[in-house]
């Protein structure tokens, strides 16, 4: 069973990768902690070897105890819905392999390459396309950069780099900061978006050196969090403290600060989840940003949300919130030159 109380906020600096280090990754500990001993019957096999549990305490701490349809627990959890093959359901739902650089450089859309920063994630998502993807091999850090610089350097089309991975924050500040330097002496590049779910999942990644190498920068700068659900970024009602403070460090460093989100069936397909990300996430100054259709990926098919039943979620939606709190509904689809509104 995990504390009621709060943890007390981390100071900039506080060691996040201890934290890291130390995240859960024994599922049946894991319920054990929320109380939850008797779904241990419905783990899955094959989730647990080639893509296992991991989650950090900070983000187990916004779990609510006893409750099985924790939208925060669903989404980390490996059960035995997993193990169901379903046609359609693939390694390599969006086409990553053919547009993949050697250098860990994926180009898919005008002006913007997206580099693959790292495999590492703090939190494995169990509907994330990626599970299956061959990414100790094929990261741009794999080549200490030179490679995947040089291809940015050569092509002024680019303007935006885009840092992903994996989760690119699970890099370490100084190999960060070399990057971010490169980066920034290459005069075609303008924007420098980092696609991250430390800030939310493990906010003490979120660190004075951080702050500082990115300050350095003469980038525009464009975080894209993650969040699912409103319960991601409250605890107890409130917001969470840690998390809040992350994200204010970062906005008043002058970073931008949106969400992408993914419609999950049993987490947030509800009018009332998504209303409630989008107002906890406006309460900690992030604007939604994408809100996915999932991508029909091996061991994920019981999140699907069909189509029709996403567009009228959507219009309810719209009746109910500011126009700047109402993501876009869009697909990742193989071959698009941008990703494909619903
Ligand atoms: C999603 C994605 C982007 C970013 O698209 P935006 O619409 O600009 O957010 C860029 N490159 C690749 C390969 C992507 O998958
Ligand atoms: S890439 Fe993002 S969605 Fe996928 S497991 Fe990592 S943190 Fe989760």
């Known amino acids: 069973?995990?504390?009621?109380?709060?943890?007390?906020?981390?100071?900039?600096?506080?060691?996040?990768?201890?934290?890291?280090?130390?995240a859960e990754r024994d599922p049946v500990r894991l319920l054990s902690r929320?109380?939850?001993?008797?779904?241990?019957?419905?783990?899955?096999?094959?989730?647990?070897?080639?893509?296992?549990?991991?989650?950090?305490?900070?983000?187990?701490?916004?779990?609510?105890?006893?409750?099985?349809?924790?939208?925060?627990?669903?989404?980390?959890?490996?059960?035995?819905?997993?193990?169901?093959?379903?046609?359609?359901?693939?390694?390599?739902?969006?086409?990553?392999?053919?547009?993949?650089?050697?250098?860990?450089?994926?180009?898919?859309?005008?002006?913007?390459a997206l580099l693959i920063a790292t495999g590492s994630c703090a939190v494995h998502c169990r509907y994330c396309f990626r599970r299956h993807f061959p990414y100790a091999e094929e990261t741009a850090a794999?080549?200490?950069?030179?490679?995947?610089?040089?291809?940015?350097?050569?092509?002024?089309?680019?303007?935006?780099?885009?840092?992903?991975?994996?989760?690119?924050?699970?890099?370490?500040?100084?190999?960060?900061?070399?990057?971010?330097?490169?980066?920034?002496g290459i005069p075609h590049l303008r924007t420098l978006r980092i696609h991250s779910r430390l800030p939310v999942v493990l906010p003490a990644r979120v660190d004075a050196g951080l702050l500082s190498l990115l300050r350095a920068s003469r980038l525009h700068k464009v975080v894209v969090v993650h969040a699912n659900h409103g319960n991601e970024l409250r605890m107890a009602g409130s917001p969470h403290a840690e998390t809040a403070a992350a994200l204010s460090a970062?906005?008043?460093?002058?970073?931008?600060?949106?969400?992408?989100?993914?419609?999950?069936?049993?987490?947030?397909?509800?009018?009332?989840?998504?209303?409630?990300?989008?107002?906890?996430?406006?309460?900690?100054?992030?604007?939604p940003y994408y809100l996915h259709q999932l991508d029909r990926v091996r061991g994920a098919a019981h999140f699907e949300v069909e189509d029709a039943a996403a567009v009228e979620l959507l219009a309810q939606l719209r009746s109910r919130l500011p126009g700047y709190l109402v993501p876009k509904l869009v697909r990742e689809v193989p071959g698009a030159e941008s990703k494909t509104p619903i």
């Open 1 to 22: 069973m995990i504390t009621a109380s709060p943890l007390p906020a981390q100071p900039a600096g506080a060691d996040w990768r201890q934290q890291w280090r130390e």
């Open 34 to 112: 929320l109380g939850l001993d008797s779904l241990a019957a419905r783990l899955a096999d094959d989730g647990l070897r080639d893509f296992p549990l991991r989650v950090p305490a900070s983000f187990i701490e916004r779990m609510r105890p006893g409750d099985p349809d924790d939208p925060l627990l669903r989404q980390v959890l490996p059960m035995d819905d997993e193990d169901r093959l379903v046609p359609g359901f693939v390694s390599d739902a969006v086409g990553d392999s053919a547009a993949l650089t050697a250098n860990g450089v994926l180009q898919k859309y005008h002006g913007r």
């Open 142 to 184: 794999a080549g200490h950069w030179a490679a995947a610089l040089e291809q940015l350097r050569t092509d002024k089309s680019v303007s935006e780099v885009i840092l992903s991975g994996g989760d690119p924050l699970s890099l370490s500040n100084a190999k960060l900061a070399e990057l971010v330097e490169a980066l920034d």
């Open 250 to 287: 970062l906005r008043e460093h002058g970073f931008t600060l949106l969400n992408q989100a993914v419609l999950l069936r049993g987490i947030n397909d509800s009018v009332e989840a998504l209303a409630g990300l989008s107002e906890a996430l406006f309460d900690l100054g992030v604007l």
